[in-house]
């Protein structure tokens, strides 16, 4: 038995669909844990480009079961379609499991997530409107409903008569919107939970199952580090853990059970939405990143923005998440850049900071410390062995590895799930 975790080690969107996507031949049991459909996960099959928003990204490979964990919050509708756009290259049959404890992401949840935003005006999150935040603040608040009553009718119209009342003040008395109703609600999603019950089940015990019986898995964190609602940019994070640690208490496979953690890890940075970004840049070298790097957002379209290599936030993503490796991508973006920037430190009022700090105040007014290496100008889409990249290139790396103390043992050049070095 392995269990190799996948996350994101910076803003997200590092290519963790792609690496997955790649790491899926062989392996047995791909589990998604946290987020929902604010996630955009881009894989390449057969040279077209799908997005998943909810199911693992091991979806396009045969013999791989693909588990939504208790974690995630799910959309019926959005998942759904989801299902029926995979099913045009590869039919879903029983390598789909959903967990009956989700939470599911209501209607209003969606409305909610907008009406704060305009309420919050400049200081908005700049989020997915997804309805994220708002579905994981009920479950906080166990004013939500799971999978388990969505697809049990009398529970369904129990908990809606339960949690309703608190939803339609806050639309009503705060926002002075229309209120929602229990059966519009259920004529709506009931025949939605019908299509999706044959989906659901207990994912705990087919984990365990699974462990006990030695299959190899990979854990499918989305969102990325520095978006994790306890360690990430607060307030400007998404409303779960996506660090390592969102592994377990979104699934159910135990720490003790997890081998190698991989941090996903883009060869520069991107960030989408509002929040501190210390090495953004706004120059030429930012709009390079941006257009080699294709950085438009794979769920909302939005550009992403671009920056230098922050070895600071590397080396506190090595930390918390225990990473025992990366995976460092789109490597190929940076061909062309006479030099390649790293940073080192921060600097804040006079003062040197190593250590990646929480105060929000330091963040969005620190000076990075730039450390610069010499460029490469090679095509490096078609290596496929570590020797074979421009020595520049290879410095480069072995720098990053230094500064972040975690070797580098995948190294994406290309979006297809082939182009990848292995060390
Ligand atoms: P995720 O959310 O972490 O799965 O990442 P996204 O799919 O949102 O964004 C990553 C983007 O980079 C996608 O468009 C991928 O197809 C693309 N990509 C992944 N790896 C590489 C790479 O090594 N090189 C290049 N050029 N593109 C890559
Ligand atoms: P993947 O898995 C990049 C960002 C949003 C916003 C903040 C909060 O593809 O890497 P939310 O809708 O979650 O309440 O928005 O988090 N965000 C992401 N950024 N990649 C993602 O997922 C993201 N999921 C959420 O842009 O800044
Ligand atoms: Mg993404």
Redesign the pocket.
């Known amino acids: 038995m392995s269990v190799r975790v996948i996350v994101?080690g910076q803003?997200?969107?590092e290519g963790?669909g792609k690496v997955i996507d790649s790491l899926s031949e062989g392996m047995d049991v791909v589990v998604r844990p946290q987020?929902g459909a604010?996630?955009?996960?881009t894989v390449i099959f057969e040279d077209k480009k799908i997005v998943l928003h909810l199911i693992p990204s091991g979806i396009l490979h045969d013999g791989v079961l693909n588990i939504i964990g208790n974690g995630v919050v799910l959309e019926p509708e959005n998942i759904l379609s989801e299902i029926a756009e995979v099913n045009k290259y590869r039919k879903i049959t029983n390598n789909l499991a959903i967990s009956d404890a989700c939470h599911i992401v209501m209607p209003y949840h969606k409305r909610l997530d907008k009406l704060n935003e305009t309420l919050k005006g400049n200081d908005k999150?700049?989020?997915?409107g997804?309805g994220?935040?708002p579905c994981y603040s009920d479950k906080i608040a166990r004013n939500g409903i799971r999978m388990s009553d969505l697809i049990d009718p009398v529970r369904f119209r129990k908990r809606l008569e339960a949690v309703l009342p608190f939803v339609n003040r806050l639309l009503v008395d705060i926002f002075n919107q229309t209120p929602e109703d229990v059966d519009s609600i259920i004529e709506y999603m009931s025949p939605l939970a019908q299509q999706l019950k044959p989906f659901v089940c207990d994912t705990v015990s087919l984990i365990h199952k699974n462990l006990a019986a030695g299959k190899n898995f990979l854990c499918e964190g989305?969102?990325?580090t520095f978006?994790d609602i306890d360690f990430g940019t607060y307030p400007?994070?998404?409303?779960s853990n996506c660090f390592s640690g969102g592994i377990s208490t979104g699934s159910g496979v135990p720490p003790t059970a997890i081998k190698e953690v991989c941090g996903i890890t883009k060869a520069y940075i991107t960030r989408?939405?509002?929040?501190p970004f210390p090495t953004e840049l706004f120059d030429e070298d930012g709009k390079q990143l941006a257009k080699v790097g294709h950085e438009f957002g794979?769920?909302t379209g939005r550009p992403r923005r671009c920056g230098w290599f922050d070895a600071v936030l590397g080396l506190y993503s090595t930390r918390i998440n225990g990473l025992t490796e990366i995976a460092l991508t789109k490597l190929d973006v940076l061909s062309g850049f006479k030099v390649v920037k790293i940073c080192v430190a921060y600097q804040y009022q006079g003062k040197r900071y190593d250590v990646f700090p929480n105060s929000l105040e330091i963040l969005e007014n620190l000076t990075p410390i730039y450390e610069e290496l010499p460029g490469w100008t090679e095509d490096i889409t078609g290596v496929r062995k570590f020797e074979d990249l421009p020595l520049n290139a290879q410095k480069y790396i072995k720098r990053l590895e230094e500064l972040i103390q975690v070797p580098a043992k995948i190294i994406s050049v290309a979006p297809d799930r082939t182009a990848i070095i292995t060390r």
């Open positions: 994101g803003w997200g969107d963790k987020g604010n996630a955009g996960h999150i700049g989020t997915t997804r994220i935040g989305a969102q990325g978006l400007y994070v998404t409303s989408v939405g509002e929040g794979a769920t």
